[in-house]
């Protein structure tokens, strides 16, 4: 099993095949529009910007499950990350990201990263906050919350799992190596 054995729906309601990523490297990242992390689409658009014409691709999946912090329509959403943070990388349509209506994308990759490492003062004491307020993270794999993010190497293997706190920023010395 690979993420290329799965299809998701783009914003727009269209298969979108995980297989065209073939030869790849991807990020797996779920969104909120009102959520603290929002920030974070600017350092995830300068990623793309930056690794784009090497392969890169970020996959960007709403997410309304944490503190309704995605509360609006996919043409809402789209349009204010376009508008305010200027992203341009695939925006898919909303999902659940835990519990029974989960997206098989999403039970595969928490599978192959149950969780990561939390790193510093800070970040811990974050991760326990939201942990405690997050009503759909009943087991260690889940997603905790908004922005966590999985990257995909080009042959579709899940390699790290990035937990919120991490900003976009961070991960550019773990994408450069894939490249």
Same mark, same amino acid.
């Given at each position: !099993?690979?993420? /290329?054995? /799965?299809?998701?729906k783009?914003?727009?309601?269209e298969?979108?095949?995980?297989? &065209?990523?073939?030869?790849?490297?991807?990020l797996?990242?779920?969104t909120a529009?009102g959520?603290?992390?929002?920030? *974070?689409?600017k =350092?995830?658009?300068a990623l /793309? *910007?930056?690794?784009h014409?090497? =392969?890169f691709?970020?996959?960007?999946?709403?997410?309304n499950q944490? =503190?309704n *912090?995605?509360?609006?329509?996919?043409?809402e959403?789209?349009?204010?990350c376009?508008l305010? /943070?200027n992203?341009?990388?695939? *925006?898919?349509k909303?999902?659940?990201v %835990? =519990?029974? %209506?989960? &997206?098989? +994308?999403?039970?595969?990759?928490? &599978?192959?990263?149950?969780d990561?490492?939390?790193?510093g003062?800070?970040? @811990? !004491?974050? !991760?326990?906050?939201v942990?405690?307020?997050s009503?759909?993270? @009943?087991?260690e794999?889940?997603?905790?919350? %908004?922005?966590?993010?999985?990257l995909i190497?080009?042959?579709?293997?899940?390699?790290?799992?990035? %937990?919120?706190?991490v900003?976009?920023?961070?991960l550019?010395?773990?994408i450069?190596? +894939?490249?």
């Open positions: !099993m690979s993420v /290329y054995d /799965y299809k998701v783009t914003r727009r309601g298969d979108f095949d995980l297989s &065209s990523l073939k030869g790849k490297v991807a797996i990242v779920n529009t959520c603290g992390f929002t920030p *974070q689409y =350092g995830l658009e /793309y *910007q930056k690794y014409d090497k =392969g691709e970020i996959l960007d999946f709403p997410c944490f =503190g *912090q995605a509360p609006g329509s996919d043409d959403i789209h349009e204010f376009t305010k /943070y992203t341009t990388f695939e *925006q898919m909303k999902i659940d %835990n =519990g029974e %209506n989960e &997206s098989p +994308l999403y039970t595969y990759l928490k &599978s192959e990263a149950p990561e490492e939390i790193k003062i800070k970040a @811990k !004491m974050a !991760m326990k906050a942990s405690k307020i009503k759909t993270a @009943k087991e794999r889940d997603i905790k919350w %908004n922005f966590t993010k999985f190497d080009r042959e579709g293997r899940v390699v790290k799992r990035f %937990n919120p706190t900003e976009p920023e961070k550019e010395e773990d450069a190596a +894939l490249i």
